[in-house]
């Protein structure tokens, strides 16, 4: 970033993030571009944010249509647009196959599990239990459920009742259940846990999870804030396991760009929440809604069959480069690991060859474009990553 751009950062707004690398400008499908003209390979979609890319035409189109028409309304109204994507939501959620489903929109992925541990609170019982090193956002809500103590301590004492277990470990987890079978009203998960390196759930874990929710009267709530939006190549991770969760909190790739998150929730879930007990003045804006409303119209199966295809190809050519130990995840959701290389240091080399990716851990850089790309793009950024290690 220019000088003068970064000291005016630094006086305007708050040391929260940092002072940014770059400055952005525009963007066109896959790329970016900075304020100095220079074009970027997007591999990171706004951290799994832009599912249909930048400036989507379709996006746009409906946007800029909906704003022309109507902006916001609060939710003392309906407009056509919340039950259309309430009910493609449903749709998309048990295979349709439940009536007793309903959703509760708002604004982003911390908003949703605010949304989801009121719904655990509902259940009468006071514990709720959430898996050690994951994420799940940091308002004081969601960062009491967010297994991470470096991120929990400085806003500490944080709303109680939360216990964690380790990630995966099925007899821990049953081991806490069982010792307070009727105190514990839900448990949270990941299917991949991305805020700490892409690691996804081990196979049997989540339909282990379901089992003892069911065996004990508890709800069970996954996190598909980044999983979700077809982002794995299935709508939801979830369906991956065969399972289908009680509650399911979702954002990021739902407005396609516009900040929105949504919460669903089946049978006796779906109505713990009651008039006045809560809320979010944005949640469900028409303009936010229509962006959605054209990302779920997208997704459809053929689509989802590009993402797990272009996906595979994506993990085939990452896994050839050398320097790279591993790679995890699920369609373009996906974690390289490194062999020796700092991962920081490898984001801001792929800045400076025109390739944005991002680092949630140390020895980890993390993929999530997005899910148009094709293969040229994918061997632009594989050869560019190449150098970089090389």
Same mark, same amino acid.
């Given at each position: ?9 630094? /006086? ?44 989507? $035409? ?19 109204? =309906? ?15 048990? +295979?349709? /196959?439940? #009536? ?53 301590? $400085? ?5 109680? +009742? ?32 991305? &805020? ?26 996954? #996190?598909?804030?980044?999983?979700? *939006? ?6 939801? =991770?979830? &369906? ?7 509650? *399911? ?16 929730? %089946? ?18 804006? $028409? ?5 959605? %409303? ?28 050398? +320097? ?22 490898? *984001?801001?080399?792929?800045?400076? %060859? ?10 980890? *850089? %993390?993929?999530?474009? $997005? ?20």
């Amino acid at each position: 970033m220019m000088q003068k751009t970064a000291n005016d950062w630094s /006086s305007a707004l708050m040391n929260n993030y940092g002072t940014p690398a770059i400055s952005l400008t525009g963007g066109q499908g896959m790329y970016l571009t900075d304020t100095e003209g220079k074009s970027y390979l997007d591999m990171l979609a706004g951290i799994a944010v832009n599912a249909l890319g930048q400036a989507h $035409p379709d996006i746009v189109e409906a946007v800029s249509t909906q704003i022309a028409t109507l902006g916001h309304t609060s939710n003392i109204f =309906a407009t056509p647009h919340s039950i259309e994507v309430a009910t493609a939501l449903k749709q998309r959620f048990a +295979g349709g /196959s439940d #009536d007793s489903a309903r959703v509760f929109f708002c604004n982003s992925g911390a908003e949703a599990n605010e949304a989801a541990f009121k719904i655990a609170r509902l259940t009468g019982r006071g514990r709720v239990l959430a898996a050690e090193a994951g994420f799940h956002g940091r308002t004081m809500g969601a960062l009491a459920l967010t297994g991470q103590p470096e991120k929990r301590a $400085p806003f500490e004492p944080l709303p109680g +009742g939360v216990d964690f277990y380790p990630y995966g470990d099925v007899q821990k987890l049953r081991e806490i259940v069982e010792e307070d079978p009727d105190g514990i009203a839900a448990i949270f998960a990941e299917p991949i846990q991305g &805020e700490t390196g892409v690691i996804p759930a081990p196979e049997g874990f989540l339909a282990a999870v379901r089992q003892l929710c069911d065996d004990y009267g508890i709800l069970m709530v996954a #996190d598909e804030v980044q999983t979700g *939006v077809g982002r794995t190549g299935k709508f939801f =991770a979830h &369906e991956y396991a065969g399972v289908v969760p009680d509650v *399911v909190t979702m954002a990021k790739g739902l407005g396609g760009g516009l900040p929105m998150g949504a919460v669903l929730a %089946r049978g006796a879930a779906a109505q713990y929440l009651q008039p006045g007990q809560h809320g979010t003045t944005f949640g469900g804006n $028409p303009v936010v809604l229509a962006a959605a %409303r054209t990302v779920l119209n997208t997704l459809d199966e053929k689509f989802l069959q590009h993402v797990r295809e272009i996906g595979a190809y994506l993990r085939g050519q990452l896994q050839q480069i050398s +320097g790279v130990s591993e790679v995890r995840g699920t369609g373009l959701m996906l974690g390289v690991v490194l062999e020796s290389a700092d991962a920081k240091e490898v *984001v801001a080399a792929g800045l400076e %060859r025109g390739l944005i990716l991002n680092a949630p851990s140390d020895k980890v *850089v %993390r993929l999530t474009p $997005p899910l148009i790309i094709e293969r040229r793009h994918v061997d632009e950024c594989v050869t560019i990553l190449q150098e970089i290690l090389d």
